[in-house]
């Protein structure tokens, strides 16, 4: 399995990077005594960063230091490859690809945690049940993660709040169809600045955006 280490200061970005790349199939920390395969290191702590030709660096790019990249362009170009916050899963899985591959590295196909799926910045682990968004975990009802589950799981398609309710709550559960939509709008809250994803249907009911 690839080995990934992160040197940031940001504990938010940290954490984020942390999630992304255990649901990407990576190991994320290793002993001190070990090389990491891929260095992920932000632009501060990138010129103090032992060179090691066994791995592969990727320079972090945050909000922060992208306003003082003017002065730290020499320190970049040791990088193999730059990840510019804020990324997605999709272009993270991909750049880490693309730099073992240039680096020479021989392994560079991982295997994906099939107990976690991730969309956008929400990551919800089937297992241990939790959710993170971006990179940190969020506290939902055990009816707001299992809405989120059936909607995430079924990416695009439309649920209508009967079918909603028979999935989630179950046949014999004899309590309105209005409970979903509040248990859709307590969800929406906590998601924050998704909440945009799981979208209603008109006269229909609620999908997860494709």
Same mark, same amino acid.
């Given at each position: 399995?690839?080995?990934?280490?992160?040197?940031?200061?940001?504990? @938010? #970005?940290?954490?984020?990077?942390? &999630? !992304?790349?255990?649901? *990407?199939?990576?190991?994320?920390?290793?002993?001190?005594? /070990?090389?990491?395969?891929?260095?992920?290191?932000?632009?501060?702590?990138?010129?103090?960063?032992?060179?090691?030709?066994?791995s592969?660096?990727?320079?972090?790019?945050?909000?922060?230091?992208?306003?003082?990249?003017?002065?730290?362009?020499?320190?970049?170009?040791?990088?193999?490859?730059?990840?510019?916050?804020a990324?997605?899963?999709?272009?993270?899985?991909?750049?880490?690809?693309?730099?073992?591959?240039?680096?020479? @590295? #021989?392994?560079?196909?991982?295997? &994906? !945690?099939?107990?976690? *799926?991730?969309e956008n910045?929400?990551?919800?682990?089937? /297992?241990?049940?939790?959710?993170?968004?971006?990179?940190?975990?969020?506290?939902?009802?055990?009816?707001?993660?299992?809405?989120?589950?059936?909607?995430?799981?079924?990416?695009?398609?439309v649920?209508?709040?009967?079918?909603?309710?028979?999935?989630?709550?179950?046949?014999?559960?004899?309590?309105?169809a209005?409970?979903?939509d509040?248990?859709?709008?307590?969800?929406?809250?906590?998601?924050?600045?998704?909440?945009?994803?799981?979208?209603?249907?008109?006269?229909?009911?609620?999908?997860?955006?494709?």
């Open positions: 399995m690839t080995t990934v280490s992160i040197t940031t200061k940001n504990i @938010a #970005v940290k954490e984020r990077l942390q &999630v !992304d790349l255990t649901a *990407l199939g990576y190991s994320v920390g290793i002993p001190t005594t /070990e090389v990491a395969d891929v260095c992920i290191v932000d632009e501060e702590s990138l010129e103090r960063l032992p060179k090691d030709p066994r592969v660096i990727i320079a972090l790019v945050t909000a922060r230091s992208r306003n003082h990249l003017d002065g730290s362009l020499k320190s970049l170009l040791d990088a193999d490859d730059i990840l510019v916050m990324y997605d899963v999709d272009e993270l899985s991909l750049r880490l690809q693309l730099a073992q591959l240039r680096h020479g @590295a #021989v392994e560079v196909e991982v295997e &994906v !945690d099939k107990n976690i *799926l991730q910045g929400i990551a919800i682990n089937f /297992e241990t049940y939790e959710v993170w968004l971006d990179g940190r975990t969020i506290d939902l009802t055990f009816k707001e993660y299992e809405l989120l589950k059936c909607l995430m799981t079924h990416k695009g398609r649920y209508s709040r009967n079918q909603l309710l028979n999935d989630v709550w179950g046949y014999d559960y004899y309590g309105g209005r409970t979903v509040v248990h859709i709008r307590r969800l929406r809250s906590k998601l924050g600045r998704y909440e945009s994803l799981v979208e209603t249907v008109r006269n229909v009911g609620y999908r997860f955006k494709r």
